[in-house]
Nanobody
Framework: QVQLVESGGGLVQAGGSLRLSCVAS????????MGWYRQAPGKQRDLVAV???????DYADSVKGRFAISRDNARNTVFLHMNSLRFEDTAVYYC????????????????WGQGTQVTVSS
């Protein structure tokens, strides 16, 4: 049974930082491309960042230079380090496993976490 469990969300002022974590089980984490997506109220779920099994990384234009994705294969965990947060970063952030595609054209795998709320106050 696949489980993706996110944590680390919360309320933060604009300009602040948060680190999200996603612990995976039930998958072969070391060979899985992992992604973070987000969904704001009334909007579609969009890719934020992806890290491949080879540790290649790709980001949405809106977060480049502010967010960083990383992975710890020993702990089956993927992180999203978020700096210089803006009001428009407010969303539910979801972890996804087995992301596929290539740079600029990524598609989510079948497994999602429950999401963690990030709220940025202006």
């Amino acid at each position: 049974q696949v489980q993706l469990v996110e944590s680390g969300g919360g309320l933060v002022q604009a300009g602040g930082s948060l680190r999200l974590s996603c612990v995976a089980s039930g998958i072969n984490f070391g060979i899985a491309a992992m992604g973070w997506y987000r969904q704001a109220p009334g909007k579609q779920r969009d890719l934020v960042a992806v890290v491949t099994a080879n540790n290649n990384k790709d980001y949405a234009d809106s977060v480049k230079g502010r967010f960083a994705i990383s992975r710890d294969n020993a702990r089956n965990t993927v992180f999203l380090h978020m700096n210089s947060l803006r009001f428009e970063d407010t969303a539910v952030y979801y972890c996804n496993s087995d992301v596929y595609g290539f740079v600029g054209h990524w598609y989510p795998g079948a497994n999602w976490g429950q999401g963690t709320q990030v709220t940025v106050s202006s």
